[in-house]
């Protein structure tokens, strides 16, 4: 249903998760019976969690834990860890900064220079503790360090910034060519973010094995105010979920996973992202509250400390509980932020679903007025 | 009106009370002419509400209070009064707990184990009280409980629980068959909640005699921050309603009550409800503020104090005006939270109605936005 | 276009003035081209104002101000002015009162009965002001007190209550025959209020010389959460204007005037109840911030004393500025609260038109997100 | 669409930049590839912004600095320059100022009259600082000073007022005729506010250059509650392209820019009016923050000194950085306040669009929700 915005401009009706919401169907379960398994290639994953590439979610301690809870870190190849041999004292230094200073510090921060070395070497630490190893660039350093990348090992390659195109046009330099990268990668790859059906069915072309959904991932960013654009999450994913049927049928079968990327601050947000259309979700708010995340109760992503045109801000989100409990509860708290896991399954239970791909199908309603 | 979320998701608007309002008729009435009165199986009840089985709510004297009044006391047969000889301390001391120890707290409480004989214990007193007898079961105690409760007298039988289906599937234990259980049972039972059109009339063929209207009914909840349920209210009881005619219909005239649970904070809400379709309502909040409710300005329900995933708070209501005044004035204040029936009884009169059946009819809007 | 509540139930889309805007023509005019007289029966106003009878916005001092500045006073006859020789320091200590004591101490003074000779006095009073005299009684007082009122001198009567309709049904007393009454009575009445199309074609069907569209009008009412019902403003004046124009055709030319009653609180509703159709308002809030108001600063409706029912507060206004300044300027605000027939001339010039009866064609907008 | 409001009333819905938001398509580009130059008459700008005409935002000194910045600021030749030899102290005193005596003390500076020697002068000295020199007058104004103006030198002249029309009504002077008037001009004209087809289509045919959209431009405007006038900037820059599309057909391709003027705070809300059809931005609130703006830290209009109907007030924006860092940053800030060109460089860059002109295509969608 198409809008009529003026006399020269029509606009589509877009959704967010707070828009929405599921309804019960006429059988219920027993949560116990739920299963919230999910893989991808050939890795398996008993909850479909993604810890977030972020300074305060992901350091290769938390990617080790994540994976032993069933989930996988990612850890972000542009942040700290690869720029400072002992990175702890600055992540603490951020955590105390004013307001005032943090954007300009966490700038100098991260103008320091990626090392190669480190990137092997955290690499290395992950895989030793015996979980799924994971790790991100944005496509501007992608084929730049890759191959480091790929030398120290690595089990699922993530290429992620803002917005990230299957067509990216440049004057200056030859861009990634993602289609001819993937193909001649032997790690399976996921990409984005892409939040409308075109792009992400273009980067699903490329061979990606997942993609990203998504517009400026991260809870801490401004990007309506700041660019004008905004892609409100429901809307994007089913949009995408779209791309994923589309092309499954065009490539005869090729199945890429749709992972959503930025939202989801609660349990009923995850919840929503696989009612209409998500396979697994890449969390950051969400992660950055518990007491072992690196962000020590702060929480930023990139575009805080961009050099021209920050379009976030460091946010203190708060420590809830230890990891483990975020994800698989007692919750010690009634707001969505912990036991992941069991809100989750008791949300499918109730609603008489018993594994994700079923979920996917739940009837959802819109409502967007809040209740207080 | 089917709305487009994306390419694979379609979703249904949906509209809570506060989206709606009843508007005049051509014609009014003497506010002394309307009735409300309700019967259900056998019961007369002058006036259409039930109180809420929670805690804070419904103790053995004050479901004997609300019959004197004209309603209907549901007692919670897996609260305080049947795990406690003595439950009044108890009581007082969840009152007097501080907001981070609430939760913890409440747990304590409530896993120690319900005693049969004070189940026995507790529908005798509200028996000798004189008044219709009712008490509420969740669906996971009721073969437990039942002939407990049946022996020592009911007159009717509710089962409660977030929702309760005509379907529940288990691998683990034999679910209660409730088509089969109400047949059996000697007492009239009122079922739910559901809050979809298809759930309730399953419920409805079950052969209840009432099915209560909602989705984690308590004024406390939150659902859908946790788990991304929401069933608007105005929308469920409409749907619940048609589920009531079309059961009626295949039936061969069987009417089953429709009894809007949750949502209903004031005299306001209640209108609408009925507005919407339901034939009575059961009351949380609206009657934790009585002077005599025994939360003593409190009120929580189970999901405040479930043990891996609360969805709810203890919340503070304050004390208004005595129970009497609550439902009959005259009113202290003037926000709805008092003199509820004659608050119902002017609303009909005004637009034209003199009794509850009627006034299911009356034209409603859609109007959001709220007076300030 | 009706919308799906739920299976059982459709409604219909309605709006507030804020829910709207007037949008500029292609042409624009001087304000001091436009004119914004307006009459009724034999009665010519210089503005479309009436002052509501409310004893916070009219004692027969204000009315006769209100005479002389161009608009219509109501004294209200169920008020102090009829009930105490000396009010004055009654609306004193109204004044006063803490918030807690409020409700309770305006029943007591309401309580006093009503002395015919006072309505004498007070209506005389006015006339002795040389200015056009209109007095308001409730449909529950008209027959007890209409002689006394015809006897003293009034040129127009005014019938308000909360919501009258022209098919009173009671069962204990004979209520009022507005039709009988209105014809038998030598005197223009104006009736109301009534909120919907269908009722007031009625009322106009009585021999009404004018309907008051409004349900609850005052600022001050909380009718929509005591008793479920709201007619928003821009919707109920629409409709009644849509029932002038059938009630004209029907009756072979008789234009019964509609004057918009409630939610009128600053100079830019105003404007907007014209564009729906309005030929005049009625102001209560507007006026009680009248540096002269009896109300001093504070503005209450009878609903805020009802005995048993309260449906509104004492609210706050302020005072700011002297009547002429509200209703001619200069403003020394600029919010919409002085100035109100500047405003209105300015509004109706820079959109182009010059009377305001051509003012109800302009153009309308729904736009219902305010700016901040 | 149309809406019923009611009976007799049709409304058409209308868009706020707040409501909608552009989507990236599926192609990607460099920032450093896009050009924002823009070009009207003869001549060229790099930036496609206008300082507005306001006294908190232009003075001849920043009128000179924002042509050296590569956009055009335009005088107020109804300001504080041309009333006073030194307006520099008034401007301070306005700063200070408490709220209470804004309004009248502002009024009084305002009174003082315009001294045809100033406007020489100004001019003379924008003209010397080597910039393409503009300058705005209101349509009252215009035909007493046009002569001065134009004889002291000026490239673009602009013609601004709450709304301007092509066809103004009086009964007591000759108004401008606007068309005649642009005809025997040798200057370009741009000319506003307009706010729907109509208006713009008629002033188009005036032969103007530019048409300024808007109604009651300026940040500080109240003018929906004081007038009851509303226009949303969404729609109405969509509508006015409309008009450009149509008077270009009927012309045979004379191309008139639109120019949007109101309601663009922040990079996100400039990025948006281009991409519903903006040719140019003329910005008040957003340069009001310049460090270097003679406001001082406060913006306002002429509405707010009215004196009769201030429909506006003196605000508080702050001052965000020098204006060179507003408009290409870096910025120190994440909230759409600065790096004003780098913002909308970066948003049409990442939605795939080298140039202004294509960039009016991009997809919009409406999604009125904010993030928080």
Redesign the interface.
């Known amino acids: 249903?198409e809008?009529?915005?003026?006399?020269?401009?029509?606009?589509?009706?877009?959704?967010?998760f707070?828009?929405?919401?599921?309804?019960?169907?006429?059988?219920?379960?027993?949560p116990?019976?739920v299963s919230v398994s999910w893989s991808i290639d050939a890795y398996q994953f008993a909850i479909p969690f993604l810890a977030a590439p972020m300074d305060s979610v992901v350091s290769p301690a938390t990617a080790i834990r994540m994976g032993e809870l069933g989930g996988l870190g990612v850890l972000d190849l542009e942040g700290v860890w690869t720029r400072y041999e002992d990175p702890e004292p600055l992540l603490a230094e951020i955590q105390g900064l004013s307001e005032e200073r943090a954007?300009?510090r966490m700038r100098e921060i991260y103008a320091s220079p990626i090392i190669p070395e480190l990137v092997t070497a955290r690499l290395a630490e992950i895989r030793a503790g015996g979980v799924t190893v994971a790790a991100a660039l944005s496509p501007q350093r992608t084929q730049e360090l890759y191959e480091t990348v790929v030398a120290a090992g690595v089990d699922l390659f993530v290429i992620r910034g803002?917005?990230?195109?299957?067509?990216?046009?440049?004057?200056?330099?030859e861009p990634l060519n993602l289609k001819k990268f993937i193909y001649e990668l032997d790690v399976p790859v996921i990409v984005g973010g892409?939040?409308?059906?075109?792009?992400a069915?273009?980067l699903m072309r490329t061979g990606a094995a997942g993609v990203l959904v998504g517009?400026g991932g991260g809870a801490a960013?401004?990007t309506?105010?700041?660019?004008?654009?905004?892609?409100?999450m429901?809307?994007?994913?089913?949009?995408?979920?779209?791309?994923?049927?589309d092309y499954m049928d065009e490539s005869g079968g090729r199945y890429v996973h749709v992972i959503a990327d930025g939202g989801l601050s609660?349990?009923?947000?995850?919840?929503?992202a696989i009612?209409?259309?998500a396979d697994a979700v890449m969390l950051g708010t969400a992660l950055a509250r518990a007491a072992e995340a690196p962000g020590g109760g702060y929480h930023w992503g990139s575009?805080?400390h961009h050099?021209?045109?920050?379009?976030?801000?460091r946010v203190h989100v708060g420590s809830v509980a230890p990891l483990e409990q975020i994800l698989n509860?007692?919750?010690?708290?009634?707001?969505?932020t912990a036991?992941l896991v069991?809100?989750l399954k008791?949300?499918m239970a109730?609603?008489?679903y018993s594994d994700l791909k079923e979920f996917q199908r739940i009837?959802?309603?819109?409502?967007?007025?809040?209740?207080h």
């Open positions: 249903m809008i009529e915005i003026g006399r020269s401009k029509r606009a589509r009706r877009v959704y967010a707070d828009d929405i919401a599921v309804v019960p169907s006429r059988r219920t379960r027993d116990e019976d954007t300009e803002t917005t990230v195109s299957a067509e990216h046009v440049s004057k200056n330099h892409a939040a409308t059906y075109t792009a069915l273009h517009f960013s401004t309506r105010t700041t660019l004008g654009i905004h892609a409100p429901a809307t994007a994913v089913a949009d995408v979920a779209g791309a994923r049927r609660t349990s009923g947000d995850i919840v929503k009612a209409v259309g575009e805080a050099s021209e045109l920050p379009r976030g801000k509860g007692p919750s010690p708290v009634a707001d969505g036991n069991g809100a008791r949300s109730t609603t008489g009837e959802v309603v819109v409502a967007p007025y809040r209740t």
